[in-house]
């Protein structure tokens, strides 16, 4: 008798990290810039250039890229910007961690200081939060039958399971070209350009991966014309597109992990050769954990008439598909501006999610963050024609994940889907906002599954004792095939004695049994 087995994978955390790092420096300001009066915008992105592993730790080099957009002091110049790199070098400890591992690096900025020290010199300081996985499939073999065997009785079990199908990395670059409008003067120097995804949607199609959504591009730049020495564009760029990704089906499901591997906005002359154009690309960097349901069977019992069987089982561990959803949250906020400051137009705004925090209940998982929303806004004032607010917005939000546990491995993306800022009575300006929560959770689940398998030679001296007919009562949870398998016989035989139509019996039900003749 041999073991007939199939293999299946399975995909678990095999250890994590959070870490928080400061990185900044005292900046001076080039020569050629003009000082520094304020502080208007101010932006960070996370650069991670090396990731190596090795036993019990992590090595991470990369930059933070600042960007500040600020108003000048006494100079011709209204406004001045300032592009920034700071290197960083860490060792991060991972206990589980071994040389040659993947690690999958997620970061935030919680908090970004600019803070002027004198007109000639800022002080910049990030606090980054950095999270780190590694994941690892482990191989498994579950036996699904008996083969070679004279007169075995088998009784199967099945599960559905969710089975690793694919995991990989895909790019896709979006560019686009945007004229300035004939009200526009040309473009002598870009100051503040920043480039913003809304509304990514991501769908699982047959051999391919459908992309839409939004790129909100904001550029304030300084201009050929002296009587209008500062100017703006804000524009909503729609995109859409596929990526071919072999053996994608829509059956399959899993999570879908964005981030932006690179984005430039430039100046180009138009086709009269004047500075009016602007040419924008993004490419966007999807990292695919994909899933199926697979529909297994394995082997519960076993036993025969001929020879008795006996069975080592062991535990084994899969996951199974316990919901993937998407959750949308409407969300707004308010702040009061001072009473002397008279606002004329709203240029732009920048805005991300800080503070994110999870918390797994009964009902399935409580997310919490912030909404951070800088605005750039024109006075009336001759001294400070430039303001700025930063308005937070927190969020709070349950994902319903019916039977929830502790155990259960999960993931929570947030997206902004979109952004409105308008100015309210009393001198307040207000935000109102939507969010998405993509979430996807995996049931963490068991099995005894049959490792080995022996037989040995009954004891028939045994047998022979017993009575050629019994009447016995069912006991509770008692079933046929345990009746069957301890008196050597076939559920099949008990029910044409019998006379019954199914296999269902119930607790003190009258079965009639009789002694195997083939084993007398």
Not at 53 to 67: A, N, W
Not at 173 to 192: F, G, H, M, Y
Not at 202 to 215: A, M, N, S, T, Y
Not at 440 to 455: A, D, G, I, R, Y
Request: contains cysteine; hydrophobic residues 35%; negative net charge.
């Amino acid at each position: 008798m041999e073991l007939k087995q199939n293999l299946i994978h399975r995909k678990y955390k095999k250890c994590e990290m959070r870490n928080q790092i400061t990185i900044g420096d005292d900046y001076s300001v080039p020569e050629g810039n003009p000082d520094i009066a304020s502080i208007l915008q101010k932006k960070a992105d996370l650069q991670v250039d090396e990731v190596h592993t090795e036993k019990g730790k992590v090595k991470l080099r990369g930059k933070l890229k600042i960007c500040v957009l600020y108003l000048a002091q006494r100079s011709k110049e209204m406004l001045g910007s300032l592009f920034m790199e700071f290197p960083f070098d860490e060792i991060l400890y991972m206990e589980e961690a071994a040389s040659g591992d993947q690690l999958k690096i997620d970061w935030s900025i919680e908090d970004l200081r600019v803070t002027i020290i004198h007109p000639g010199k800022i002080s910049v300081r990030a606090l980054v939060t950095i999270e780190g996985e590694i994941m690892a499939v482990e191989n498994q073999f579950i036996t699904e039958s008996i083969v070679e065997g004279t007169e075995i009785y088998i009784k199967e079990g099945n599960f559905v399971m969710a089975e690793p199908a694919m995991e990989g990395r895909e790019s896709y670059r979006i560019r686009d070209e945007i004229q300035l409008t004939a009200n526009k003067p040309n473009v002598s120097k870009i100051l503040w350009k920043d480039l913003q995804m809304r509304g990514l949607d991501l769908q699982i199609q047959e051999g391919r991966l459908g992309i839409k959504g939004e790129l909100q591009l904001f550029v304030v730049y300084q201009s050929e014309d002296e009587q209008q020495p500062v100017q703006w564009l804000e524009q909503s760029v729609p995109f859409h597109g596929t990526l071919d990704v072999s053996n994608l089906t829509q059956e399959q499901f899993g999570v879908l992990e964005t981030s932006i591997a690179h984005q430039n906005v430039e100046v180009k002359p138009d086709y009269d050769g004047e500075m009016r154009m602007f040419q924008i690309e993004l490419v966007l960097e999807i990292h695919m954990h994909i899933f199926e349901e697979k529909n297994c069977s394995y082997l519960l019992d076993a036993y025969s008439t001929k020879e008795k069987i006996n069975l080592k089982f062991e535990e084994i561990h899969y996951e199974k598909l316990r919901m993937c959803n998407q959750t949308n949250i409407h969300i707004s906020g308010r702040e009061k501006l001072n009473e002397d400051v008279k606002v004329l137009q709203i240029l732009g705004h920048h805005a991300n999610l800080g503070n994110k925090r999870y918390k797994v209940m009964d009902q399935g998982i409580l997310c919490e963050g912030t909404l951070e929303v800088q605005i750039l806004y024109v006075t009336a004032s001759d001294n400070q024609p430039f303001g700025n607010v930063t308005i937070f917005v927190p969020y709070s939000q349950l994902v319903e994940v019916p039977g929830m546990r502790t155990d259960d491995r999960w993931n929570v993306s947030e997206k902004i889907e979109q952004i409105f800022i308008t100015m309210q009575e009393n001198n307040q300006i207000e935000v109102r906002g939507g969010l998405r929560l993509e979430s996807c959770v995996m049931q963490q689940c068991n099995l005894q599954n049959v490792k080995e398998l022996s037989s040995e030679n009954y004891n028939m001296e045994e047998y022979k004792k017993r009575p050629g007919m019994t009447i016995h009562f069912v006991q509770s949870n008692e079933t046929l095939w345990e009746l069957a398998k301890k008196n050597l016989t076939t559920v099949e035989e008990i029910r044409n004695l019998n006379e019954f139509t199914s296999e269902e019996v119930a607790a003190g039900q009258k079965i009639l049994l009789m002694k195997n003749a083939m084993m007398s």
